[in-house]
């Protein structure tokens, strides 16, 4: 666990390091919960996806100081222009399908 400069907002999953001079872009707190290897694309690559072409992505929990609401947030490592970004209450029945697919096997 990174030791945090502003105790009073940080919730105890948050792994990011604050400072008093943060940006207000940079509030917030951030755990990282996954990252692995994936095709980022489209559905037509489903057929034949583009072999060698994966993207490292990163699933983290996110919620903006003094904000109510965290977020889950799937995003490519290197180029995290594009993001998959779901309430909690959503997360719900993402994680019913992955664990459908993966217990059927595919």
């Known amino acids: 666990m990174v030791a945090n400069t502003i105790q009073e907002h940080c919730p105890r999953w948050c792994e990011r390091a604050h400072a008093p001079d943060d940006p207000p872009e940079s509030r917030y707190h951030e755990q990282v919960l996954a990252d692995f290897p994936a095709v980022v694309g489209h559905r037509r690559d489903l057929v034949e996806p583009p072999l060698g072409i994966a993207a490292e992505l990163v699933v983290r929990r996110v919620r903006y100081f003094d ?30 399908a992955l664990g459908t697919v993966t217990r059927d096997h595919g």
């Open 67 to 96: 904000a109510p609401q965290t977020w889950l947030v799937i995003e490519e490592a290197e180029d995290a222009t594009r993001h998959l970004i779901l309430s909690l209450d959503a997360a719900t029945p993402l994680t019913a």
